[in-house]
């Protein structure tokens, strides 16, 4: 009896002992991958799996931003017809009985991991600065209603957003980018995303993660995106094409060079036209294009977004063919703004952009004309490279996700660039001039710039050292 009750206190003594180190064990799993898993990974398949519920609802343009809007959604192979409802956005929560219902053009596309079917809408004939109500479906299954604001025909006030690349973990650390950047710009009109959205062309995790990240918030602000090279897929016969995602997910304008449908493309919002290129392919067209283009440009403001940027700023990444092609046209044109990605790095050109041919080696002849084109290249996802430093840059980065909220404002354009944190990290204003380039005003913060640090050679080792 005594033995027996000495047993059970020794065996309560040690379920006592043991009971924080299991809680720890559980814990530690996280840290220490040789720890059994209590659950299975999610594996790609599933996460990216389709249903026949919408998901990767999109808006875009493929025409006038005042009386059009498109909207493009996923569902699984189940549902083969695609439905949109649209209605004059009411305060009162009828918006069924007044909607018009349209049919969605649908395709299947399959990816690595599954086939979907994929669905556009193109709302046309719409009434500028209208707000409307839309849901997209099946007839049975059906969104949470969305809303968005036709563009003025007319210049008037407004702000967007540009993210350089994204890229990579872009579910894990994306997301807070451009969620931070709708807490800073909830009213803005559209994102521009210069290219690099993700890493591999084809990878269709990767475009869920993609529209993971960016959620509800695409329903409602619209999207302007140009391809990177991470978007350009090798086939089988070693040609390289656009991602057979690209134009199946987003219904962007097809008033490009022939064959560069929905990735090189123009737009006006109010009294801004806004250029998108595929600075992967076909340069010389895309120079001709844009000439003719921008020869026929009426707005006060153009916005160039393309990937490659004109002025690299990472190392040994320079870019002179293309440089060489679409620069001229640039400086010809003054374009106001260029929005571009590729160097994983930050770099905003100041007052001595050249205008003609750059040394990059020796830098800038300062007796250069200057064009007045800013040149920018931002990067908001996680990967990070190297900085190449220029003289005529104003403001620099390394190890930095940032994302950009431009507001244009009659003759002013105001630039600012945040971190992820939400910090302001440059600034700058671009005021017109009547037959002068513009005058661009330096407001980056006085905040010392956010470089990797120097790298410290080591001491060299003595004779006496070495022979040790
Ligand atoms: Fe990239």
């Given amino acids: 009896m005594f033995f027996e009750s000495k047993s059970r206190l020794r065996q309560l003594l040690l379920c006592t002992t043991l009971l924080p180190l299991a809680t720890v064990a559980v814990r530690a799993q996280d840290a220490n991958p040789d720890v059994i898993r209590l659950v299975p990974k999610v594996e790609p398949a599933e996460f990216a799996r389709p249903s026949i519920l919408p998901d990767r609802i999109v808006l875009t343009w493929a025409s006038d931003p005042a009386k059009s809007q498109a909207v493009t959604w996923r569902t699984s192979t189940a549902v083969t017809r695609g439905l949109a409802e649209i209605t004059i ?36 004939g719409l009434t500028p600065k209208t707000k409307y109500a839309y849901r997209v479906g099946d007839g049975v299954n059906w969104s949470e209603w969305f809303q968005f604001t036709t563009a003025s025909t007319e210049p008037e006030p407004f702000s967007f957003i540009y993210f350089g690349d994204a890229q990579n973990d872009v579910r894990s650390k994306w997301s807070r980018v451009i969620r931070e950047a709708y807490r800073d710009a909830p009213k803005a009109k559209f994102m521009i995303h210069a290219g ?29 995106a140009v391809p990177g090279n991470h978007e350009i897929a090798k086939l089988d016969d070693n040609t390289r094409r656009v991602s057979h995602h690209w134009r199946p997910q987003f219904a962007f304008p097809e008033d490009g060079p022939e064959g560069m449908e929905e ?24 120079a001709e294009w844009l000439d003719k283009v921008l020869t ?46 590729h160097d994983h ?19 800038v002849n300062t007796s250069d004309v200057f064009s007045g084109t800013v040149y920018v290249v931002s990067v908001s996802g996680p990967k990070m490279y190297n900085l190449q430093r220029h003289p005529f840059m104003s403001r620099h980065a390394e190890d930095t996700q940032l994302y950009q909220i431009i507001h244009i404002d009659g003759d002013k354009l105001h630039f600012e660039a945040f971190t992820a944190t939400g910090e302001l990290y440059d600034a700058f204003t671009l005021t017109k001039q009547k037959g002068a380039k513009n005058q661009l005003t330096e407001e980056a913060p006085s905040t010392p710039e956010r470089l990797r640090p120097p790298v410290v050679a080591a001491p060299a080792k003595k004779a006496s050292e070495v022979l040790k």
Avoid at 99 to 107: D, G, H, M, P, T
Avoid at 307 to 336: C, E, Y
Avoid at 347 to 360: A, F, I, Q, S
């Fill in 89 to 124: 956005a009411d305060a009162g929560p009828d918006l069924e009985s007044q909607s018009k219902q349209l049919v969605a053009v649908s395709q299947p596309l399959t990816t690595d991991l599954n086939t979907a079917h994929f669905h556009t809408v193109k709302f046309e």
């Fill in 196 to 224: 690099d959205l993700i890493n591999q062309a084809e990878s269709d995790v990767e475009w869920q993660e993609w529209f993971e990240a960016g959620a509800w918030m695409n329903g409602m602000i619209p999207s302007i």
């Fill in 263 to 286: 990735a090189c493309y123009t737009l006006v919002y109010q009294g801004v036209r806004i250029v998108g290129m595929n600075s992967n392919e076909k340069p010389m067209e895309q």
């Fill in 296 to 341: 026929e440009n009426k707005e006060k403001w153009v916005v160039c977004t393309f990937h490659h940027p004109m002025f690299s700023t990472g190392k040994d990444r320079d870019n002179a063919g293309l440089r060489a092609i679409w620069k001229p046209v640039l400086d010809k044109h003054r374009v106001d703004l260029v929005l571009q990605g």
């Fill in 345 to 363: 790095t930050y770099g905003r050109t100041g007052l001595d952009t050249p205008m003609g041919h750059v040394n990059l080696a020796t830098g």
